[in-house]
């Protein structure tokens, strides 16, 4: 049971991080239906940012929880700069082109950044110092630690802020009036590329935390590390119905809890020898044979993807993708 | 209508056989006429990852025969008559194995005389394919997985162990000094990292020792909780890890935030100093192979020369890289000629002191009696603890005090 809940908690803040990413994605593509693929590399530039700042005040001896924060509140301004500029630079120019223009132009965005950011910092793989003592909590027979419960708080803060901010203000009305038809909204006195840029801004400004917190979570970070990042929480954005916030959550947090349930799961279920079938060979003496291992991680959370959209092809929570196209 | 084209690729075959085959010989003549003093130009090529994750041991492995190079420059070597000129071309194979054969390619095409690399298993074995049709001799420094050399071609060496030399030695004194009575072996899915896991599976089991069933993760993989949330619900007492320090760091970070435990051990690729900075205090207790013996271990000259040159210490196969770029250029001295075809025989009789000690090679190019070293990790520091040579183990401060005395 302990194990299981382990499981569980590895999941969620591992689906926690996917979710504040797959808001970046979902975001904008609710608001112009672009997939901003360059986003995964925004996140890189967040962790990269908050690197420099806390390898050179590691030694100043601040404690460590400040260092962290003036790391984070570094990373957050630059992405939105990032963030600001390609939506300035590449992608309003191409505002009525063709859709697939901007989609392409976001793959190369995506790999301009990935490849400046291998300039910068090179292309090793930066180890964060390790300031943050390892705390942790049991929890049902589970060990949580401090940067567990504080990346699974932080982002569930940060979920209910852009809710609040969506839906409970001018700007996210602004939003939503873009996202639904752009052309009344402007004849309605939205200044819609204003809106557009701090959508943009706002996913970046996102973005920039998961970075920071994947980057002090796991100690490591490098220029690639945004493509995987970003492919799995654009799964969880489609998972959830992309265009749509509360799915991207969801999807999110869903995606993360299938990954680490599956990798810690499938070994022992298609352990043929728990089933009489294996060989007897190499099942005597408690042995194993193991049809699918955990090396079938990534596969799952696809196929969970997979399986959604078969059967609910808006994802789980999207519902007016149609209506759209 | 099908056997005329045959025959016509043959044809088109055997004029660029020929073609190829009166070409060579017009090459001195061209670099020998404008110059007064004559001279030959011999192009050694590196190839290693000089991008992506592991792109510091890359560019450690190209100083190493850099260093090579730069040293016969200075040394003035003359090959039939000549005074030769070594310039090194180093390419980047990404540690990808598709850019490392369409590099390979690149190398041939450009006519190098002999190659040092790749640095991974996994990008040495399909390029090595290439080097062999061209008959270039390669020698990898640091490329640990068998399958390299079980291929049968004639222009392949290595100047480092083989997994299946090293995998038995971390695994045999995991199993003598820790004792564990249940191992669980992860590997990160590359020919290196499951090469060395299956040696390592396989000398566990013969020493009676259960293995838990092998879990994988990728060599981009950073968030192993999943993985080892179930090794440690097996309550395993010993993981052993095949695979990169990148991977490897986060690997021991998150098992020690788990509370595992156990004793963890990996092969050479994680066996690094970077894993403090990647693991922080929870790399503390770590045991780790390396395939020859330690950097530190090297001959001194290489280790003042390398320093001098590059401004940090070499990280790890350096050493290798290094003797293979002397082994070629030793035995093009020998054969009195760059010609790979003249000088691969001088190479593969080679009996040479290099900075990693006595080198010579077996019958697939192996180097015979290579040693393996067993690291512990005290104090934010690798240290070496054993050497096992030939199924041997000797602790390892007996060891240089032998060393030191032979010298």
Redesign the interface.
């Known amino acids: 049971m302990d194990i299981f809940v382990q499981q569980l908690i590895n999941g969620l803040t591992l689906g926690a991080v996917y979710a504040i990413v797959a808001l970046g994605y979902t975001m904008v593509y609710g608001i112009i239906q672009l997939i901003n693929f360059a986003h995964g590399e925004v996140v890189m530039i967040g962790a990269m940012v908050a690197f420099t700042v806390i390898n050179a005040l590691a030694a100043a001896g601040l404690p460590p929880l400040a260092v962290v924060l003036i790391g984070a509140g570094c990373a957050i301004p630059v992405c939105m700069l990032v963030g600001y500029a390609m939506e300035r630079m590449a992608y309003r120019p191409l505002r009525l082109a063709p859709r697939l223009a901007p989609l392409i132009t976001a793959i190369g965005v995506s790999i301009i950044l990935q490849h400046l950011a291998m300039l910068v910092w090179s292309r090793n793989v930066l180890a964060f110092p390790q300031i943050i003592p390892i705390t942790t909590y049991s929890f049902f027979g589970a060990i949580i630690t401090g940067v567990q419960l504080t990346i699974l708080g932080l982002c569930f803060a940060m979920m209910a802020g852009l809710a609040l901010l969506v839906y409970r203000t001018r700007l996210g009305t602004a939003m939503r009036a873009t996202a639904q038809n752009p052309l009344v909204a402007r004849l309605m006195g939205v200044d819609v590329n204003r809106v557009i840029a701090a959508t943009f801004i706002i996913g970046a400004a996102l973005g920039a935390v998961a970075g920071v917190m994947v980057g002090t979570y796991y100690g490591v970070a490098q220029y690639t590390m945004g493509s995987v990042l970003g492919l799995k929480a654009f799964a969880a954005a489609v998972l959830g119905g992309i265009g749509n916030i509360p799915g991207a959550m969801v999807g999110g947090l869903l995606l993360g809890v299938v990954e680490a349930l599956g990798a810690g799961y499938i070994g022992d279920l298609t352990d043929l020898c728990r089933y009489g079938l294996g060989p007897a060979a190499s099942c005597a003496d408690g042995g194993h044979f193991v049809l699918f291992g955990s090396n079938y991680q990534d596969v799952f959370a696809f196929v969970v993807l997979i399986l959604v959209l078969v059967f609910r092809p808006s994802g789980l929570l999207g519902e007016r993708v149609g209506d759209r196209a | 209508m099908k056997r005329s084209k045959l025959a016509l690729t043959l044809l088109a075959v055997a004029i660029g056989v020929i073609g190829c085959g009166k070409e060579e010989p017009k090459k001195p003549a061209a670099t020998q006429a404008p110059a007064a003093a004559p001279s030959i130009d011999i192009k050694i090529g590196h190839v290693g990852p ?4 592991i ?2 041991l890359g560019k450690d492995n190209e100083n190493g025969a850099r260093l090579a190079v730069e040293e016969a420059n200075a040394a003035k070597i003359k090959i039939d008559g000549k005074d030769a000129k070594f310039t090194l071309v180093a390419e980047d194979d990404q540690a990808d194995p598709k850019v490392g054969t369409t590099v390979a390619q690149k190398l041939v095409d450009a006519k190098v005389a002999g190659i040092v690399g790749h640095l991974n298993s996994g990008t040495t074995i399909p390029a090595s394919a290439i080097y062999n049709q061209a008959g270039i001799p390669v020698i990898t420094g640091s490329a640990t997985n068998p399958k390299l050399t079980e291929q049968g071609f004639k222009v392949v060496f290595r100047t480092v162990g083989r997994d299946d030399q090293q995998g038995p030695a971390i695994a045999s004194y995991l199993a003598d000094t820790k004792k564990p009575k249940l191992v669980a072996v992860i590997d990160d ?1 590359t020919a290196y990292g499951e090469g060395i896991a299956n040696e390592v599976e396989k000398t566990l089991k013969a020493a009676n020792i ?1 293995v ?7 060599d ?1 993989t ?2 192993w ?3 080892l ?2 090794v ?2 097996k309550n395993a007492d010993a993981v052993f890890y095949g695979g990169m ?2 991977t490897g ?2 690997l021991l ?2 098992g ?4 595992i435990k156990a004793v963890f051990s990996f092969g050479d690729g994680a066996c690094t100093d ?1 894993m403090t ?6 790399a503390d207790g770590l045991l780790c192979s390396q395939a020859g013996l330690p950097p530190q271990a090297a001959d001194k000259k290489f280790l003042e020369a390398y320093k001098k040159k590059f401004n940090v210490d070499p990280i790890l196969y350096a050493p290798f890289t290094y003797d293979g770029a002397n082994l070629l250029i030793e035995a093009m001295k020998k054969a009195n000629s760059a010609d790979p075809a003249k000088y691969l025989p001088e190479l593969a009789k080679s009996s040479y002191k290099g900075a990693t000690g006595q080198i010579a090679f077996d019958g697939k190019g192996d180097r015979q009696d290579a040693e393996m070293t067993i690291f512990t990790m005290k104090d934010g520091k690798l240290g070496p603890v054993a050497i096992i040579k030939g199924g041997k183990t000797t602790d390892y401060a007996e060891f240089m005090k032998a060393a030191g005395a032979a010298k």
């Open positions: 000089l991008t992506g994750a792109a510091h899915a259960k838990l069933p092998r879990e994988k993760g990728t981009k950073t968030d909780k999943a993985v949330t179930k440690k619900g320090d990148a760091g986060p970070k998150q020690r935030e788990l509370g970077d900075k990647l693991a922080g205090a929870a």
